[in-house]
């Protein structure tokens, strides 16, 4: 009886599952803003690739 009224008292389960849900929650939140940026973040690296294209062009017709 004593081993069954001590592994109701244990918590370390309800910890580990704590700490599962905030890591969880971090990771919807870092997929959300990564989401939300990756348009930007296309558009920014296609400016800069076009523009490396043009610079590079123009080096190689000197």
Known sequence: ???FRHFLQD???ATAIEYGLIAALVSVA???ALTSLGG????????VSTTLSGAVEAGTTN
């Open 11 to 13: 918590e370390q389960g």
């Open 1 to 3: 009886m004593s081993t």
């Open 30 to 32: 870092a997929i959300g």
């Open 40 to 47: 930007s973040l296309e558009a920014i690296f296609n400016f």
